[in-house]
């Protein structure tokens, strides 16, 4: 039985893989190998140092077309004094890259020449002359690359550990090289279990999940220099998962184990270590990742070491990136990546559990001087959230959270000109804004939006954390929208209150409408389940203002209090079958093949402030709206009139 440590903090786990990881003595380069140079060599590590074999240029080389002379020998030459040398005898012609002869130090350009025949006049053979009259003297070893200008033998070109670049390659060959020694790949095997996993490709039905965790990872490992072997996947079954890894894990040098790996009675993974090795870690205080395994399996005299992956998307890729990629970088002999850093201030009052090290995915902006970091969705599970992410704030254990405006570090994963080309958007969720982030991208601009609800747009806005906000506020006393709560929400802030569309909205329901959900009185009907969304957003208070006309009481709809932050998201309730109805769309009940039942129509608004309309970042959403073009795509999605599209309201 294996002692391990359970649910540590992140460094005691590195510190205790490592140790082991010396006792097994693979704490360094797993080997070498000589490879040819060429261009399959790109992105290798090298294992030796490149020290020049030869000198580049290994003599004097003619930089420029011209004739080669004696510095001495154009002395006093001017203008209206102009020397004339004598081919062979005083100079001759050289082509770029030509050898300088001996007795020769300097190159004149062949454009500073005037190339003369035996009668003295200008010669038609300018590159065959019988002599050159010359205007300007020239200093010595002017034009000429000297030998050992670029690199001298001997001397280092380039150190072990480097990360081969295109030029790299150029410099080594160079130096003399047609072979290099490099870092051998660190061999990594990825076996998926479980029983509800299904290959990518496969009919999917309730209980089978797809399984494309071991795609993220062996993409990472590639990335990262290592060689990924994608093992097919096997059902949870102890001794099978015991059998398959003895069979392959000779052939590897790591193997990353996608078993169960939280505790409880479907924990293969620590029970799959423990019976082939050592189990070093069970459990480590970072979110996303907690339930990480680590061990070294003893199989035919070997030690391997074994990682035990969690389940989660989410989990399992940053599993990738806070265990994997340090450890193949030390098997190759280079530095573990690190991710440049810029300070951004959040938009939203975060929370994080004292007891971990919290990994928060955030999208960037640039918002007039200020650096923007939104969240995404927190969820173990939500891939897409890697996907949008900009960046990485971590904040240590110990740390409950970060307020609204204050300023964090922020581990980059995109570029900084990529978020200095990004329109940020925060507010209310409209599908119109997915297809707009379509076409921007194709005038260089990035949409990003946080939904975050109407009154959160606004809020947002003021703070100045936001190019623009989607809102669709209804004033229940004048029926009018969102031009009521801009002078509570903004204050003296000039703003353009802009159309965008007008849209229905309904309930979103299951195909043939199962509970005969037609208007809001059948939501307090016994049995049926509503999915609200939540408090700001501009459905909502759409709903609580017709209810009102109504008169139903918000406690007779079984579900007002369970919400979601997106038109998508209520759809998503309904499809899975969590509620019975909501409202949102027509859009968005297509989308997840839903029926809709249109209620009402409404007016949805972009809130610009004036100094990001006239900033040439939003000028292409400007000229994008005006096309038929777009105009035509959001026709075709259902629900949508565009005839107030781009249409100013009114100036603040």
Not at 273 to 300: F, M, N, Q, S, Y
Not at 443 to 456: I, K, M, P
Request: aromatic share 6%.
């Amino acid at each position: 039985m294996s002692v391990y440590l359970h649910d540590i903090p992140l460094e005691d786990a590195k510190a205790h893989f490592e140790t082991a990881l010396k006792e097994a003595q693979l704490w360094g380069i797993l080997g070498k190998e000589t490879i040819p140079l060429d261009e399959n060599a790109l992105g290798r590590v090298l294992a030796e140092p490149i020290l020049a074999k030869v000198s580049s240029p290994h003599y004097h080389a003619a930089a420029m077309d011209g004739f080669v002379a004696h510095a001495d020998q154009t002395a006093g030459a001017l203008p209206s004094k102009p020397i004339v040398l004598q081919i062979e005898e005083q100079a001759r012609y050289v082509d770029t890259g030509d050898p300088v002869p001996e007795g020769f130090d300097s190159v004149i350009p062949i454009e500073n020449v005037e190339s003369l025949d035996e009668a003295g006049e200008i010669a038609k053979a300018v590159r065959t002359p019988k002599a050159i009259r010359i205007r300007a003297a020239v200093t010595p070893w002017s034009h000429i690359r000297m030998m050992g200008e670029d690199i001298i033998v001997t001397q280092l070109v380039l150190a072990a550990g480097q990360v081969l670049r295109p030029v790299d390659l150029g410099a080594v060959a160079a130096a003399g090289y047609q072979e290099i020694q490099v870092a051998r790949q660190p061999r990594v095997a990825i076996l998926p279990t479980g029983t509800e996993l299904v290959p990518i490709g496969s009919k999917l039905s309730p209980g089978l999940i797809l399984e494309y965790n071991s795609l993220v990872l062996a993409a990472q490992v590639r990335s990262w220099g290592g060689l990924a072997t994608r093992l097919p996947i096997i059902a949870d079954d102890f001794e099978a998962i015991c059998r398959r890894v003895r069979e392959f894990a000779p052939d590897y040098d790591l193997i990353l184990l996608g078993a169960g790996s939280s505790a409880g009675a479907e924990d293969f993974s620590s029970k799959v270590v423990e019976c082939l090795g050592t189990l070093l870690v069970h459990g480590v205080a970072v979110r996303p990742g907690h339930p990480v395994i680590l061990g070294i399996l003893k199989i035919d005299k070997r030690n391997i070491p074994v990682i035990g992956v969690p389940g989660y998307p989410v989990s399992s890729a940053m599993t990738g990136e806070i265990f994997v990629e340090p450890l193949l970088a030390k098997w190759l002999g280079r530095r573990a990546n690190e991710l440049p850093v810029v300070m951004a201030e959040m938009t939203r009052k975060t929370s994080s559990p004292g007891g971990d090290d919290d990994y928060i995915r955030v999208v960037l902006g640039q918002v007039g001087k200020k650096t923007l970091a939104a969240p995404l969705a927190r969820g173990a599970g939500i891939i897409t959230s890697l996907v949008r992410a900009d960046g990485l704030v971590v904040l240590p254990r110990g740390i409950q959270g970060v307020e609204a405006g204050e300023k964090v570090p922020v581990q980059l994963y995109s570029k900084k000109s990529d978020i200095e080309r990004t329109i940020f958007c925060i507010g209310s969720h409209d599908m119109t804004l997915d297809l707009l982030a379509q076409y921007l991208a194709s005038h260089d601009r990035r949409l990003t939006s946080a939904n975050v609800g109407s009154q959160g747009g606004l809020v947002a806005l003021q703070r100045g954390e936001a190019h623009l906000a989607g809102s669709h506020l209804l004033d229940p006393e004048t029926g009018e929208y969102n031009a009521a709560y801009l002078p509570k929400y903004l204050g003296g802030i000039p703003v353009m209150l802009v159309a965008l569309v007008l849209r229905d909205q309904g309930f979103m329901v299951l195909r043939g409408n199962p509970k005969n959900i037609k208007d809001l009185d059948d939501l307090s009907n016994p049995g049926t389940r509503f999915v609200n969304r939540q408090r700001g957003a501009g459905t909502r208070v759409l709903f609580d203002y017709h209810l009102a006309l109504k008169g139903i009481p918000a406690d007779a709809i079984h579900g007002y209090l369970q919400e979601e932050f997106t038109h998508l998201g209520v759809a998503a309730a309904v499809a899975s079958g969590r509620a019975d109805c909501g409202l949102g769309i027509a859009a968005a009940a297509q989308a997840l093949d839903l029926d809709f039942v249109p209620l009402f129509q409404e007016r949805y608004d972009l809130v610009i402030p004036k100094e990001h309309a006239g900033s040439a970042l939003l000028a292409p959403l400007f000229e994008i709206i005006s096309t038929m073009e777009f105009r035509a795509a959001v026709m075709a999605m259902p629900g949508y009139d565009v005839g107030v599209m781009g249409k100013l309201i009114l100036e603040t």
